[in-house]
């Protein structure tokens, strides 16, 4: 079936430092892959999403390339914020209704 | 604000309990996602409706049954709980039903505490 194995957490990084979060996938043909934030005490928000391979999604400063040869989404951020501690969800949809397959989360805190 | 709510957002009750939570998806979307959050299990797919319709099933036990009504809201019935069904229970609403463009929004959740 379909699974999505994330990078363990948490990671705790200082203002202004690079962020790179693992993510990779398993699932036959090509899903689209997505990555999801979670603040504290809300749902989740959709940060980014490719649909093909080598698609780069991107937003407020995060970037993920779909990888088909590697079967990865990684998470990347050139200079993180106190703002983006969260918890971020790589995720998977596939299936005759697109249902969403989560990876574990990965608990950022940024501290200033 | 994703334009999904959902009530109540918490909720207290005890084993062998019938709980009822409620989902009303962005204008426009058709589709309702129920997913549920717990430690040990994270982030899991429950079901899906479209329309009215259930479209496709995944981890939800007999216990737990689902609608959409006509004005496109959806209930999650949850019966005879059990402590295991603490959780935080999402509703997520699309468009449409299977597109690989298509984005979930989510709502904001309901704690369920079952004592």
């Known amino acids: 079936g379909n699974s999505v194995t994330q990078m363990e957490g948490p990671v705790t990084l200082s203002e202004e430092a690079f962020l790179t979060i693992n993510c990779t996938y398993t699932a036959t043909g090509y899903p689209s892959l997505f990555w999801y934030v979670q603040y504290p005490g809300e749902g989740l928000q959709l940060l980014l999403k490719a649909t093909k391979a080598d698609d780069k999604g991107s937003n407020k400063g995060f970037e993920a390339t779909y990888r088909k040869e590697t079967t990865s989404f990684h998470l990347e951020k050139g200079s993180v914020q106190v703002s983006d501690s969260a918890v971020y969800f790589c995720?998977?949809?596939?299936?005759?209704?697109?249902?969403?397959?989560f990876g574990s989360g990965t608990q950022l805190t940024v501290l200033p | 604000d994703s334009g999904v709510t959902q009530t109540p957002k918490h909720l207290i009750t005890a084993t062998g309990q019938r709980v009822t939570l409620r989902c009303s998806p962005r204008s426009g979307d058709l589709s309702v996602y129920w997913y549920q959050q717990s430690l040990d299990q994270g982030l899991q797919f429950l079901i899906q409706y479209y329309n009215g319709e259930e479209r496709a099933k995944g981890n939800i036990l007999e216990r737990f049954s689902a609608q959409q009504f006509p004005d496109l809201h959806s209930e999650l019935n949850l019966s005879s709980l059990e402590l295991g069904d603490s959780a935080l229970y999402f509703c997520a609403s699309s468009v449409g039903a299977a597109s690989r463009h298509n984005e979930q929004f989510f709502g904001p959740g309901t704690r369920l505490t079952v004592l």
């Open positions: 995720a998977l949809s596939k299936g005759s209704a697109r249902q969403l397959t």
